[in-house]
C-alpha cells in the first residue's frame, strides 16, 4: 500500500501508521487513510505518537490537545478521528459523515464478526501476517449465533489464504483441509488438490481424493496452467526482462533496487 497525493507539507519525521505499514506525510494522507480504511484507523490508530506527529510536523497543536482531552474524558474514541477530519480540508461534508456513520455501524457488530472485518480489509492490503493473527483469534472463538459453521469455515478458508500468501504452504494446506471439514465447499476442495499439486508431501488423503474426481482435477489443472501464463506475463517479470537486458552495471543497480523493493513489500505482508 503506498500514497501519493497533491499537499506538500514540511514534514522531517512522518508517521508511521502501523495498521497500515506505510509513513503518512501529509494531513491531506492522513484524512485519506481514515475515509478510505476506517475498519483500520478505528483501533490502534490513535496513539501518542499520532498526536506528536500533529503537534510537531503538521502544527496542529491545538487539534492534538483538543483530541488529547476528549481521549480522557472516555467518550467515543471515533469522535477524535472526526475531529481530524473536520479539521482538514482534504474531505467533504459527505465524506465525513459517512465515515461517522461507518464507525457507528461497526460498533455495533458482534466482536467476532468485526475482527473478521478488520481481517478481510487486512488482507486486502496484503498485510497478511495482521490478517492471520485475527483470523487464528477467530477459528478458536466460541460458537453462538453469529460464529457457525458457516463463519467459522470462511475464517479458516481465509487462513489459508494468507498462509498461502506467506509460503506457508503446510499451514495452508491445514486451513483449507479444516475448513473443508466445515463447509465441503468445491472451491475449498480445488485449494487443497492445487497446493498438492505446488508440494507433493501435502497429501490429501484417501476420502478428499475420492472427491477429486477426473473432470474437477482437468479443469483445476486447467486453472493453474491459466495462473503460470499470467503470472508470466506479470509486471514483476517484465521488470526482470528488462533488467537483463541491460548493461552489467546498470542491471546490478536495478537488481538492487528491485529486490529491496521486494522484501520491503514481503515485510509489510508478514
Not at 514540511?10 to 505499514?21: D, I, Q
Not at 481514515?34 to 483500520?40: D, Q
Request: charged fraction near 35%; proline fraction near 3%; aromatic fraction near 10%.
Amino acid at each position: 500500500m503506498s500514497l501519493l497525493l497533491c499537499r506538500q507539507e514540511h514534514v522531517t519525521r512522518p508517521f508511521y501508521a502501523e495498521e497500515l505499514g506505510i509513513r503518512l506525510y501529509s494531513s491531506q494522507e492522513l484524512c485519506y487513510v481514515s475515509c478510505h480504511y476506517p475498519l483500520l484507523v478505528m483501533d490502534g490508530f490513535l496513539s501518542e505518537s499520532l498526536l506528536d506527529f500533529l503537534r510537531e510536523e503538521l502544527n496542529h497543536g491545538f487539534l492534538a490537545l483538543k483530541i488529547e482531552r476528549w481521549l480522557k474524558s472516555g467518550e467515543n474514541p471515533d469522535e477524535a478521528l472526526v475531529m481530524i477530519l473536520q479539521e482538514s480540508d482534504y474531505c467533504t461534508g459527505g465524506q465525513i459523515n459517512r465515515f461517522r456513520q461507518t464507525a457507528a455501524g461497526m460498533r455495533k457488530k458482534h466482536p467476532a464478526e468485526y475482527k473478521k472485518l478488520r481481517a478481510d480489509e487486512f488482507f486486502q492490503i496484503r498485510q497478511y501476517g495482521r490478517a492471520e493473527k485475527l483470523y487464528r483469534e477467530l477459528a478458536d472463538w466460541k460458537t453462538d449465533a453469529v460464529v457457525d459453521d458457516r463463519f467459522r469455515a470462511d475464517v479458516l478458508y481465509n487462513l489459508g489464504s494468507c498462509y498461502a500468501r506467506m509460503f506457508r504452504l503446510e499451514k495452508a494446506f491445514d486451513a483449507y483441509r479444516r475448513s473443508f471439514a466445515v463447509s465441503g465447499r468445491q472451491d475449498t476442495l480445488s485449494r487443497l488438490y492445487m497446493l498438492s499439486k505446488l508440494n507433493p508431501e501435502l497429501a490429501p488423503g484417501e476420502r478428499l481424493k475420492t472427491m477429486m474426481t477426473e473432470e474437477l482435477r482437468q479443469k483445476w489443472d486447467a486453472d493453474m496452467e491459466t495462473a503460470r501464463r499470467r503470472a508470466a506475463a506479470s509486471e514483476q517479470v517484465g521488470q526482470l526482462e528488462t533488467l537483463f537486458r541491460r548493461d552489467p552495471i546498470r542491471r546490478r543497480e536495478g537488481e538492487e533496487k528491485l529486490v529491496a523493493r521486494w522484501k520491503q513489500e514481503y515485510r509489510m505482508m508478514v
